[in-house]
């Protein structure tokens, strides 16, 4: 390996442990955003945007790609992973229950969609995506009572790219 890693202490077991730091100069980083309930994937985009930019991501570092649902998500990230040029991808999307099973499908493919993407690219995939039962509770994750997931998933790209660029001893996605 080119780079030290930090050594996490007392990881179970002896093991030595390593762990991603919220820091992201250097790097670029896309979020991939479905606009369907738009009302909702905005305030998740101006989340995880706010939270790359906070930790040290140049504003021109991060590029948005904008979607028309949550079942194109998938597709669109691995075209972005393909580019070679993003450390980790932020997908952002709100899937709300309606009164036919399609819910369950879309939310479903998303999830499965992205995670393929992430094992099959290498590139960190975050998941962004809402699935939720009432527009209540989704504006509630949305920068409401329940946080922002949008920039919970900004925060785990940063520490995943950051831990995967120690591991492989250079700057991916720079």
Request: net charge neutral.
């Given at each position: ?45 101006e ?42 991808i ?14 369950d ?70």
């Amino acid at each position: 390996m080119g780079q030290p890693v930090d050594r996490e202490p007392g990881a179970p077991g002896g093991v030595t442990g390593l762990r991603g730091r919220l820091e992201g100069g250097g790097a670029r980083f896309a979020i991939v955003a479905s606009r369907f309930n738009e009302l909702i994937t905005e305030r998740l985009v101006e989340g995880a945007r706010a939270a790359l930019l906070e930790h040290g991501v140049a504003e021109q570092a991060v590029d948005t790609v904008s979607v028309p649902g949550a079942w194109e998500l998938p597709l669109a990230a691995d075209r972005v992973a393909r580019t070679g040029r993003y450390a980790a991808i932020i997908a952002i999307g709100c899937v709300i229950r309606g009164e036919t099973p399609h819910f369950d499908f879309i939310a479903a493919e998303a999830a499965r969609g992205l995670a393929a993407v992430a094992l099959t690219s290498g590139v960190p995939v975050t998941f962004g995506v809402l699935t939720t039962e009432t527009v209540e509770q989704a504006l509630a994750r949305a920068g409401g009572a329940k946080g922002n997931k949008g920039r919970d998933a900004a925060l785990a790209a940063l520490e995943l790219a950051d831990l995967f660029r120690r591991l492989e001893g250079s700057r991916a996605g720079a």
